[in-house]
């Protein structure tokens, strides 16, 4: 059975930093591009970060030079480095698979407030 699960959200003040980690039960991890996206409150969920089976990331312009997308095959997780933190980053993150799974994680959720 596919799980996702998602961990290392939490509140930070604007300007912080928080690393997000997500854990795949998957068969053939590291063949698949992994992605992290976000819902925030009243908004539809968009893919922020990128990583192919090679290790190339790609991110969303919002992202870009502020987040870090990384992954360890060996123990197949997908980590997310977030540094210069905003308000507009506040929202529920989520990682999957590309395609995605029909079935989600939790996700965890990211607050960016003082």
């Known amino acids: 059975q596919v799980q996702l699960v998602e961990s290392g959200g939490g509140l930070v003040q604007p300007g912080g930093s928080l690393g997000l980690s997500c854990a795949v039960s998957?068969?053939?991890?590291?063949?698949?591009?992994m992605n992290w996206y976000r819902q925030a409150p009243e908004k539809q969920r968009e893919l922020v970060a990128s990583?192919?089976?090679?290790?190339?990331?790609n991110y969303a312009d919002s992202t870009k030079g502020r987040f870090t997308i990384s992954r360890d095959n060996a123990k197949k997780m997908v980590y997310l480095q977030m540094n210069s933190l905003r308000p507009d980053d506040t929202a529920i993150y989520y990682c999957?698979?590309?395609?995605?799974?029909?079935?989600w994680g939790q996700g965890t959720q990211v607050t960016v407030s003082s």
């Open positions: 998957m068969t053939n991890f590291r063949l698949y591009r």
């Open positions: 999957n698979r590309d395609p995605p799974l029909p079935l």
């Open positions: 990583i192919s089976n090679r290790d190339v990331p």
